[in-house]
C-alpha cells in the first residue's frame, strides 16, 4: 500500500507496510497534504483505493470534501496541533493594536521619539473584547482575555455557556464590542463574513483581528475602512493570496505572514498528529 505525500516532512513514522510515494498510483490508500498542496476532485478520482485524506492544519478548505464524501472517504485534519500558538498570536496583535507597538517602532525607526505618535492608546483591560468562534482557539482567546480583565463577549453557532462569556448575535456583538478577533472555518457560510456593511456597523475606534482564513474578511472593505477612519485598526495573520502580489497598506494595518499557528513544537506536532489519524483509520 502506498501512501501520497505533500510536503517535506511527512514520511517518518508512517504505519508498517505503508510506502510514502510523491506521485499518484493505483494502490494509494491515504493521501497526506498542508493547506499548500489542494486535493481536488480529479486526484480523489484518480486514486481508487483512497480510504482517508489527512491534512498537518486545522482547516480543510483546501480539500474537496464534497468529492471524498461521495466515496465514503474519510478526510481529518489536526484541529488542536496550534491552539496555544494561534491564541498567543492573536494577543499578541491584539496587543500590538492597543499599545501602538508597530507605530511606535516605526516612529522610532524614522528617527522620533514621541510617545503619542500611535495616537490615544489604551489597555486590554479597558476593552470589550467579541470573539467570533469560540471553538479551541477562540476558546483559549477568551481564557487569557478574561485573566486579563477584559470583558468578553462572544458569537457561535453552537453557543456553550462559559462563564465570565456573553453571547450575542453576531450584528449586537460588531455594534457594541471595541475590539472583535475571528476564529471560525473557511465555509460557505463564512466566507465574507466580515463585509463592508459588517464593518460599518462597527465602532469608528474598533479593532478587528483575524487569524482564522483570509477570505473570511473582505480585504479591500478593511483597508477602505482604515483610510477613510471608520475602523481604529486591524491585524491579519491572514489573506486571501498568500503571498500577496503588493503588501496591504493602510492607517494601523498589522499583517503578519500567516504565522500565528507556528512554533517549532507546533510544526512537529502537526505532521505527527496527522500521520496518526491516518495510522487510526486504517487500522494499521
Known sequence: ??????????????????????????????????????????????LPELRVIATASVGFD????????????????????????????????LYALVRGVVALDRDVARGGWNAKAAGALRTVAELRVGIVG???????????????????WANDVLPVAREGVQFAELDELLAVCDAVTLHVPLTRETR????????????PDALLVN??????????AVISALRAGRLGGAALDVLVREPPLLAPLAPNLIV???????SEASAERAYRL???????????
Do not use: N
Not at 499518484?24 to 499548500?36: G, M, R, Y
Open 134 to 152: 469560540l471553538g479551541r482557539i477562540g476558546g483559549a482567546v477568551a481564557t487569557r482575555l478574561l485573566a486579563l480583565g477584559a470583558e468578553v
Open 62 to 93: 483546501h480539500i474537496d470534501v464534497e468529492a471524498a464524501d461521495a466515496r465514503r472517504i474519510a478526510v481529518v485534519s489536526v484541529p488542536d496541533y496550534c491552539t496555544e500558538e494561534v491564541a498567543d498570536h492573536t494577543l499578541a496583535l
Open 256 to 262: 503578519t505572514p500567516h504565522a500565528a499557528y507556528y
Open 192 to 203: 465574507g463574513l466580515i463585509g463592508r456593511t459588517q464593518l460599518a456597523s462597527m465602532r
Open 274 to 284: 496527522a500521520v496518526a489519524r491516518v495510522r487510526e483509520i486504517l487500522g494499521a
Open 1 to 46: 500500500m502506498k501512501a501520497l505525500v505533500f510536503g517535506d516532512r511527512f514520511g517518518p513514522g508512517l504505519p508498517p507496510g505503508l510506502e510514502a510515494v510523491r506521485e499518484p498510483a493505483p494502490d494509494v490508500v491515504a493521501i497526506l497534504t498542508v493547506p499548500a498542496f489542494p486535493v481536488d476532485a480529479a486526484l480523489i478520482e484518480a
Open 211 to 220: 487569524t482564522s482564513r483570509g477570505a473570511v474578511v473582505d480585504e479591500g
